[in-house]
């Protein structure tokens, strides 16, 4: 429950707090939910973004980027659950 | 008994994460094609999430604000409203003046009238330095339309334009150069823009520029635009690096008039490009 909470909380924020807010939510939600950065960052994108305003889409980059990492820091720190 | 195993099971993804995967990947799909292939239609369903959202913020504010010490409250109100009073004489002694160089030298070219825009979404919430604003085509919005904001306030033009919507490029997004005066001595300055509403600017040590130098751009006439609030030396260097605000606060902007003034200050600054 808490899961589904952060996760609807990260996704409203992106249109109710300042963008600083959302990014820092993000950073505490990601290691509940690994692909919120990406998602995130998409549609922060998806809303906002104009070619005007910045060369490319830098949110979505970001958004890939750190959830990246925080897929790897998972992998460190989960023991395998199979045993040979 | 007979006992049934199933012949297909995967270890590592149960059904029910697929099938939420699968559906949380369909709303993706359905919001990313509504964006792109319907923008209109996707501005016009979002807009009332956009605007109960400023008003929480506004309710959430004046909620906090009535636990703010009332007498400093009730004094920064009243030296308020004494500044305004200050700045209403100010502004009827100009207009005498222009009134009576108007008869003097006869009429200035009537300054065409501008399209009033409710702004939908606007920094902070937005990372880039853009505003949505619901006026477009249909209200004769056009690309290349400057924007204005509170006082004329020069703020941005109009780089996008759909049926009801509009985004405006505001002239502070990194990648953005303008030329403009500063100060006194009305020095021609190049502005960049550096992202969050703010402008970079670099000038020779000669120039003496101070904090609070105001910043014009052009159009028609000169428009106060920004104030000085940062001069960065370095006593290596012979120019100094200027940090400059606008006079308009862009993160509190709900209404926005925009107007064809045939001027097109803006140029895209190609060696900030990565």
């Known amino acids: 429950m808490i899961r589904s909470i952060s996760v609807t909380a990260a996704l409203i924020s992106m249109v109710v707090f300042p963008w600083q807010f959302t990014a820092l939510l993000v950073v505490f939600v990601a290691f509940v939910e690994p692909f919120l950065p990406m998602i995130v960052g998409v549609g922060m994108d998806i809303i906002y973004y104009a070619p005007h305003a910045s060369s490319w889409p830098q949110w979505s980059l970001y958004g890939f980027g750190m959830a990246l990492a925080v897929l790897f820091v998972r992998s460190r720190l989960q023991t395998s659950s199979m045993r040979g | ?34 964006r ?15 605007r109960t959202a400023d008003a929480s913020v506004i309710a959430v504010h004046s909620f906090l604000n009535s636990f703010g010490n009332t007498v400093a409250l009730s004094a920064e109100r009243d030296s308020q409203r004494e500044q305004n009073l200050t700045l209403v004489q100010e502004n009827k002694t100009l207009l005498a003046k222009v009134e009576n160089l108007t008869a003097l030298i006869g009429e200035a070219p009537e300054e065409k009238p501008g399209i009033v825009a409710g702004v939908v979404a606007r920094p902070p919430e937005s990372p880039y330095d853009t505003l949505v604003v619901a006026a477009g085509s249909s209200s004769g919005v ?18 996008e334009v759909l049926m009801d919507f509009s985004r405006v490029t505001l002239f502070t997004a990194p990648g953005i150069s303008m030329n403009g005066w500063i100060g006194k001595a009305n020095t021609a300055v190049t502005l960049v823009g550096a992202g969050g509403g703010t402008w970079q600017a670099t000038m020779a040590k000669a120039a003496v520029v101070v904090i609070g130098d105001t910043i014009f751009l052009p159009g028609p006439g000169a428009r106060a635009a920004g104030n000085v609030v940062r001069v960065d030396s370095d006593p290596l260097s012979p120019s100094d690096t200027l940090r400059i605000e606008p006079a308009s606060n862009l993160f509190a902007l709900t209404v926005v008039i925009l107007r064809a003034t045939g001027v097109t200050p803006i140029s895209f600054a190609t060696s900030t490009h990565p």
């Open chain 2, 1 to 34: 008994m007979k006992r049934i195993f199933l012949a297909k099971r995967n270890a590592l993804l149960s059904s029910k994460s697929a099938f939420r995967a699968v559906l949380a990947g369909f709303v993706f799909v359905m919001f990313v094609a509504l």
């Open chain 2, 36 to 50: 792109f292939l319907t923008p209109n239609f996707f501005w016009q369903a979002t807009a009332p999430i956009f």
């Open chain 2, 142 to 159: 056009a690309l290349g339309m400057e924007a204005f904001g509170n006082g004329g306030v020069p703020i941005g033009i109009v780089s």
